[in-house]
Every structure is written in structure tokens, then in C-alpha cells.
């Protein structure tokens, strides 16, 4: 199928007869352009007068006065203004005559797409390829993409698959693959492609068809021109007809001789205005390559230096960066702690607060009475230590405070560790890599920019070595076809004298004016397909510069991004490697001092060491003084009484008083070895007698058991006493001593924690400061680099060269060319009819035989 359509017959004549619209309009406009002022040049692109003469070279002053009258500045700005209107005008009528819409011009770049296309159809046509080739289809990851195998699929997709092969890229042939699709799709070979080969060749046919029609009218009339040179010099030669040698002898009238004057002096005037026009647009041609060379040079040095400012920080950056990396390493070695630390320490508090978030009973698990107090409880007490449930709560508070003030600030610090370390450290020698490969393509960028600049002011000297040389070249034919004009000028001159022989010289004239005219059609023909083609080129090129993946593919990503200032980072694959820089890694700004407010764990210490066997209720004075007057009799020192041993000065000397006295562990009870180890004293140390002091025996005691016994039996039955109370105690001070070692560990892991962070966090303010004062800068002055709009400006001012003056003034000058030859056929005519009319007597008497044209 196809998108080209068939012309009417009547196509043809309707395009010559608007043809001819468009040439009458022309004249016109030019016409009403030319009559300001020469000195339009000067203002044509911006030049001024001054260099509008050296340039052109030509006696500008001269032409100025006949316009004396007019303000320059005003007249030279309307002409310019008009002659920019009439070239768009005729562009604009041009491209509307030849039907030039979009949807024309996207078919024609698919046409011409398809048949590049079909000029390499054996290589653009295979499908598989294996996956190591440079044009197998991949990702972004560099995985093969290929069609999901399914029912659907065809028996050459799978055996290709089975045989390890890959997708071909997509190109012109082959299209993406998308979602969804069962089978790979063809750009235009299937039945559903909106254009095929053979429509796209008929749209080329139709497109060369166009061109060509507005070369017909030129070629045809030159060829005319050839042969009515021919067909006349035969019959007026020859056989003495059309204009023969000889006026009539009857003579002509004076209106007889003027009508053809007076023709000939209109379209002389004509030939006059076009030319003129030629040369305003001439200038115009030659000015708009001299801004394209003006721009191209100013765009390549802009490149230069573009290149150079995106190199210059990718060297400092492949210099530090495995550096920096280094240094980091460094100091981020042993901080794993920011990842669980806190964790921990919530964890060891909630621990706590689990643990002690019911009150302990002294004996374990005993069961209060509630009747009794601990003193009635016949020897079974049950101490209950309600105050330390505060321990739990206290645990659980400091656990929520913990966590909310310094959560926030440990999640951030363990996240820019963790981007550290994933998106500089670990790629260091990638990203140094990857930028040591763009350093060296910019440096060959660089010599690739600074040779084409070369070449562009070479040809830009060339050009202007031969400017003038052009811009005579131009004007040449205009300037032929003024001399017929002013050889038939002298002729008639010399015909409306007494010298009328030398009117001959208007034979010279009719004849140099049909070799003009069969040079003006031609040329004008040419250079008007040429105008014509450059307009197409100017329209596609305009469809190009909102999406160049049409004309360059792949490599159209850097364009593309030039046109729509973005940055280049994407395509050149840095971002992910240069994210470090660019926010990838969240240095954030913390509070030390807020952040490790833990008041509530400060208040839970506090309350840990205000907890003690008071308590429990526990009568601490009462036990101090019963163990007091134990000690007094187990270590008195009164005559031949003298106990050997310490005494029993802590709770587990009391529990253990074999440790106490530096004895073995007795195979018997507590009791039985205080009564044991003190009958050696019995002799010296009984003593019930209250009043009976002296020193030769020991302290009077008293038995609760018997009103006399020996002094190893006071000592059982005072320990019998203690012993519980000793026990009660014990437990109560391994409860504190416990609860001091829990809270002691959480406040020595939260110190622990809290000076490593400090440290980290410093640690990670420097390595910012660091990154911010290289790294990070070069890569800041390298992002910024990273637009290259300029590319678009000056393809913009280029384009605006090109289509709005150059293609313009290319086409307005063929356009002249042909209207010339136009108004140069009833010149020859009048030149003809004139000669002969002006040699004859007024009288109507044949003229001498000296003066016939032989």
C-alpha cells in the first residue's frame, strides 16, 4: 500500500498557469522593491554601507542620486522589508502550489528511508545475528531482547533462539520490539505498514515530477527560443521574410515607427526592473553565505571551547576520584555499628523493660500474706519490691526516647555510608574509567572540531577570494541582456538620425538577444529546480530538527539534547556513575547534642542506684545491728576469749562463714560449722552471767534455748537468727547488684554508641567538605557544561541563512532570470520590426542601395 496519490490531466496546466500567476505577481512586487534603492544591499544581514562598498566594489554613491530626496535609512529598510516579503511570499506560494504540507513532506522522508532502504535489501533484511555483534539487539543492561516464546511463535524465531542467535537491532527494516508483540515487525514490508516499496517509489516520482515542473517552462522556452533563432535567421536570410531586408516602398508612418519604439522601451524597462531586482537579491545570496561560514566557524568555536570546559573537570576528576575513594574507605572501615547499633541498645532496653516490668519477690516466687507484716510471718517472709516496676517503665520510656531522637539521624548517617560506599567507593575505578574514555574522546573531539574549523575558514577563504567573482558571475546574464537593450537603445538612436545606416547595429542586438534568451531560459530552469530543491530541503530539515533519530538514529540522543537543553549526562551514560555528585548521596546536617538527649536513660540509672533492700521493706537497721552484736562476739578480745577469725563482715560471709575464717567447705550446714568451730572457745569463752564482765572470760551472754550454755551454742543459735535474714539480704543485693550490671551494660553501650556516631558523623562532615571542594565541584562545573544549546543556536542562525535568505534569493534570482527572458522576446521582436522601419525615408521612398543591410 501507499501514500501517493495520482495527479488530475488537468494538473499540468493548472501548475503553468499558476506558474505564470506567480511570475506576473513577481514582477510586481520586484518592481515596486527595486524603484527604492540600490543601497538596499547595505542593510541586507545586517551591513552597513561602509561594508556593503568594499565588498561589492562598486560605485555605490552613484546609485544614490536619483534617490536623494528619500531618507536613506527609512527607504533602505522598506526595500529591504519588501524584498524579505516577496521571497517569502514566492516561497510560500511555491511550496503551496506544490501541494508542500506535512503530511508531504513526512511521506517523503519515508519514501526516500525506504528506498535507502531497498538499495542494501540483502543486509538490512536479516534478522538474526549472533549475540556478540556490534548490531545485536540489547538493553540498557546489555541483555539480548528478544520475543517471548509462545504458541504463536514462529518455527524460525525458536530454532534461532534454541542456536544461542539475537534480534538485529531495529533499522530500517526491522522494527522495535514491544510489548505484546508475537512476531517481529517490519517497518514497511507488512501488509499492515502504512507505506510499502512501490508507494514509496511513487511518491519519489511524484516528488521528481514536481521539481521538474517548474523546470519544463524554462527548458521548453529556451528550446523555442533556439529554434525561432533558427527558423528566423533561415526566413529573413534566405528567403527575405519575417522582417526581410528590404521596408516597404510605400514607407511607414510615424506611428508605424513608434509603436515598436515604444514596446521596445516598456519591456526594456522590464528587463531593467527584473534585473535590478536580481542584483538586490544577489546580495542578499552572497551575504547569507557569508553569515552561514560566520555561523558554522562561530559554532565550531564554540564547540572548541564547550569540549574543552567538559574536560577539563573530567581530568580532575578521574584524578581524585579513586583518591577520594580511597580515603573514604578509610575512614568508613569499622562503622558497622551505625546499621545495628541502635538497635541493640533499644532492644537491650525493651529487654529491660520486659524484664523488670513486674515487682521481684524476695524469696522467689513466694506469695505475700497480705495479713501478716514479714516480722509475723513465722519465718517465712515474702519481700516484694513494688518501687522497681518504675525500672520497667523507666526502660521502656528511655527505649521510645532513644529511638525517636536518635533514629532519624543513625537511619541517615547508615544511609550515606551505604551510598558511599555503593556509589563511589565500590565504582571508583569504573567512574574513573568511564571518564578517562571521555577525556579521550573529547581530546579527539577537540582535533576533529579544530580540523573542521580548518576546513570551514578555508572554504570560507576560497569563498571570498571569489565573492566578487560570484557575484558577477550572477549578474552576467543580466548584464547581456542589458546590453542588447542599450545596443538597441544606440541603434534607434542612430535610425531617427540623418545616420541611419548605422541602425544596422540593432541586427547585432536581436541577435545577441536570442543567445541570451536561449542561456536565460536554461539557466533559470536550473537554478530554479535548485531553488526548489533547497526549499524541500529546508522543510525536511525542519521535520529533522524536532526529533533527529530520523535522520541519525541512535546517535541522534546528543542532538536531540542539544535542541531540547538537556543535559548530555544520560547519553553519555555518566549519570548513574557520577550520581554521587549530583544528590545521589544525602550528606544530612545533625544535632549531636539533641540527638542523643537521652534524658529518660539517665533517669533510669538514677533510679537504679537509688534501689536498694529498703526497697523491699526490708529493716536494714535492725539486721546492722543484729549482725554488729554477732561480730562483736565472734571477734572479742577479752582475756583468755579470743575468738581467731575476721568476723563476718559482708552478707556471704555470713552465708558462707567457712570463707570468712579461711576453712575448707564442711560437708554440714552453715549452723553446724559456726557451732563446730567455736567449741575450741568454749572453755575460754562461756560466760552466762550477765553481770560477770571481768576480763579473764568472754562477754556475758545469754541462750534464748536454756539458761546455761556453752559458748558454741549462743554463737548456733545467734547465727540460726541471722542466717534467714543473711539469706533475705543476699537475694536482695544479688537482685541490685543485677539490676546495676543490666543498666550498667545498656549505659556502657550507649556511651559506646554515642561517641562512635559522634566520631562517624565528623567523619562524614569531612569527607563532605572533601567531596564539596573537589569531587563534587568538578563534577558541579562538568554538569553545568553539560547543555550544549549553542549547538541548536547556531544550527538555527544557520538554517535561518540558508531557507530564509539563501533558498529565497536563489529561487527570486531564477524567478528574475526568466521573467528577463520574457520581456527580452518582444525586445528581439521590437528590435526586429525597428530596424527596418527606422532605415526607411519617412516618405515611404526605398532607401538607398548604400544603406540596405547586406
Keep these: 500500500m501507499g501514500t501517493g496519490f495520482r495527479r488530475a490531466p488537468s494538473m499540468g496546466l493548472s501548475r503553468q498557469l499558476a506558474v505564470l500567476t506567480l511570475l506576473c505577481s513577481s514582477v510586481l512586487a520586484t518592481s515596486q522593491t527595486t524603484q527604492q534603492s540600490f543601497a538596499v544591499m547595505s542593510k541586507l544581514r545586517g551591513f552597513n554601507k561602509a561594508s556593503f562598498i568594499q565588498q561589492q566594489g562598486y560605485p555605490y554613491t552613484s546609485a544614490l542620486i536619483s534617490y536623494r530626496r528619500l531618507d536613506a535609512t527609512s527607504t533602505e529598510a522598506d526595500a529591504s522589508a519588501k524584498a524579505n516579503e516577496v521571497g517569502a511570499s514566492v516561497r510560500k506560494a511555491i511550496k503551496q502550489l506544490r501541494g508542500g504540507t506535512d503530511k508531504f513532506y513526512h511521506d517523503l522522508i519515508t519514501a526516500v528511508k525506504i528506498t535507502l532502504c531497498e538499495q542494501d535489501l540483502d543486509k538490512n533484511t ?98 523555442l527560443s533556439l529554434l525561432t533563432m533558427i527558423f528566423f535567421l533561415i526566413c529573413r536570410c534566405c528567403c527575405n521574410r519575417c522582417g526581410g531586408r528590404f521596408p516597404r516602398e510605400e514607407g511607414y508612418t510615424c506611428m508605424q515607427k513608434f509603436l515598436p519604439l515604444l514596446f521596445f522601451f516598456l519591456f526594456a524597462i522590464g528587463v531593467i526592473v527584473v534585473s535590478a531586482a536580481a542584483f538586490l537579491y544577489r546580495g542578499t545570496m552572497l551575504s547569507a553565505v557569508d553569515d552561514m561560514f560566520n555561523a558554522t566557524s562561530g559554532t565550531l568555536e564554540n564547540g572548541s571551547n564547550w569540549i574543552v570546559n567538559i574536560r577539563t573537570p573530567l581530568e580532575e576528576i578521574a584524578a581524585t576520584v579513586v583518591d577520594s575513594a580511597d580515603d573514604i574507605k578509610v575512614k568508613l572501615d569499622g562503622t558497622d555499628f551505625i546499621d545495628t547499633g541502635l538497635n541493640d541498645l533499644t532492644t537491650k532496653l525493651d529487654d529491660l523493660g520486659d524484664k523488670y516490668s513486674t515487682a521481684p519477690h524476695i524469696p522467689d516466687s513466694c506469695v505475700p500474706d497480705s495479713t501478716k507484716t514479714n516480722e509475723d510471718a513465722n519465718g517465712n517472709p515474702c519481700y516484694v519490691c513494688d518501687a522497681c516496676t518504675t525500672i520497667g517503665t523507666q526502660a521502656s520510656a528511655a527505649a521510645t526516647q532513644v529511638d525517636k531522637n536518635a533514629g532519624p539521624g543513625v537511619k541517615q548517617l547508615s544511609n550515606v555510608k551505604k551510598q558511599l560506599n555503593t556509589k563511589l567507593v565500590e565504582i571508583s575505578g569504573n567512574v574513573q574509567s568511564a571518564v578517562d574514555t571521555q577525556v579521550t574522546t573529547a581530546n579527539d573531539l577537540i582535533d576533529t572540531v579544530d580540523k573542521t574549523q580548518e576546513d570551514v575558514d578555508d572554504y570560507d577563504s576560497k569563498f571570498q577570494g571569489y565573492r566578487d567573482q560570484l557575484g558577477y558571475a550572477i549578474m552576467a546574464l543580466f548584464a547581456l541582456a542589458l546590453v542588447v537593450i542599450i545596443v538597441g537603445f544606440v541603434g534607434i538612436l542612430f535610425g531617427l538620425t540623418p545616420l541611419k545606416f548605422l541602425a544596422n547595429i540593432m541586427h547585432i542586438a536581436y ?30 530539515t525542519q521535520i529533522f530538527a524536532g526529533n533527529w533519530t530520523v535522520p541519525l538514529g ?82 572479742q578480745k577479752t582475756g583468755t576469749c579470743n575468738p581467731a577469725g575476721p568476723g563476718y563482715q559482708t552478707t556471704n560471709g555470713l552465708l558462707n562463714p567457712w570463707e570468712a575464717n579461711g576453712d575448707p567447705k564442711p560437708s554440714g550446714s552453715a549452723e553446724d560449722y559456726i557451732e563446730n568451730y567455736y567449741k575450741t572457745y568454749d572453755t575460754m569463752c562461756t560466760n552466762n552471767d550477765p553481770n560477770n ?162
Excluded at 511 to 540: H, K, N, R, T, Y
Design 511 to 540: 541577435f545577441l538577444g536570442f543567445i541570451i534568451l536561449i542561456l536565460v531560459f536554461i539557466i533559470s530552469a536550473v537554478v530554479l529546480a535548485i531553488g526548489v530543491v533547497l526549499g524541500d530541503a529546508c522543510e525536511v
Design 126 to 223: 536479516v534478522r538474526f545475528v549472533s549475540c556478540d555483534a556490534d548490531n545485536a539487539y540489547k538493553d540498557d543492561n546489555g541483555d539480548p531482547v528478544k520475543l517471548p516464546i509462545s504458541q504463536l511463535t514462529d518455527d524460525e524465531t525458536v530454532n534461532a533462539y534454541k542456536q544461542g542467535l539475537c534480534e538485529v537491532a531495529p533499522n530500517c527494516y526491522w522494527a522495535e520490539i514491544v510489548d505484546g508483540d508475537t512476531s517481529r515487525a517490519k517497518v514497511y514490508a507488512d501488509a499492515e505498514s502504512t507505506m510499502d516499496a512501490s508507494a514509496a517509489e511513487a511518491k519519489i516520482k511524484e516528488w521528481a515530477t514536481g521539481v521538474i515542473g517548474f523546470v519544463i517552462p524554462g527548458i521548453v522556452l529556451g528550446v
Design 693 to 854: 564482765n571481768l576480763p579473764a572470760k568472754g562477754k556475758a551472754y545469754a541462750c534464748t534455748s536454756s539458761s546455761q550454755c556453752l559458748f558454741s551454742a549462743f554463737m548456733k543459735e545467734r547465727y540460726t537468727v541471722i542466717f534467714p535474714l543473711a539469706t533475705l539480704k543476699s537475694g536482695m543485693e544479688s537482685f541490685k547488684t543485677q539490676l546495676s550490671t543490666d543498666v550498667s551494660e545498656i549505659t556502657a553501650t550507649s556511651d559506646t554508641f554515642e561517641t562512635n556516631t559522634k566520631k562517624l558523623n565528623s567523619d562524614i562532615n569531612g569527607i563532605k567538605d572533601d567531596l564539596d571542594a573537589h569531587l563534587i565541584e568538578y563534577v558541579g562545573d562538568f554538569e553545568d557544561a553539560m547543555y550544549c544549546t549553542f549547538i541548536a543556536d547556531g544550527f538555527w542562525t544557520i538554517y535561518d541563512s540558508l531557507c530564509g535568505d539563501l533558498m529565497p534569493s536563489i529561487t527570486m534570482i531564477a524567478l528574475m532570470l526568466f521573467l528577463c527572458g520574457i520581456f527580452l522576446i518582444p525586445v528581439n521582436i521590437c528590435l526586429i520590426i525597428g530596424v527596418k522601419r527606422l532605415k526607411a525615408h519617412g516618405n515611404g521612398h526605398i532607401m538607398d542601395a548604400e544603406m540596405k543591410f547586406k
Design 554 to 635: 541512535e546517535s541522534a540522543k546528543a542532538v536531540d539534547a542539544c535542541f531540547n537543553n538537556e543535559s548530555l549526562l544520560d547519553v553519555f551514560n555518566l549519570s548513574d556513575k557520577l550520581d554521587f555528585a549530583r544528590g545521589g548521596i544525602d550528606f544530612p546536617e545533625l544535632d549531636m547534642s539533641a540527638m542523643f538527649d537521652f534524658s529518660d536513660l539517665d533517669a533510669l540509672e538514677s533510679s537504679t542506684d537509688n534501689i536498694n533492700e529498703t526497697a523491699f521493706g526490708f529493716d536494714n537497721a535492725t539486721y546492722t545491728t543484729v549482725v554488729t552484736s554477732f561480730n562483736d562476739y565472734s571477734t
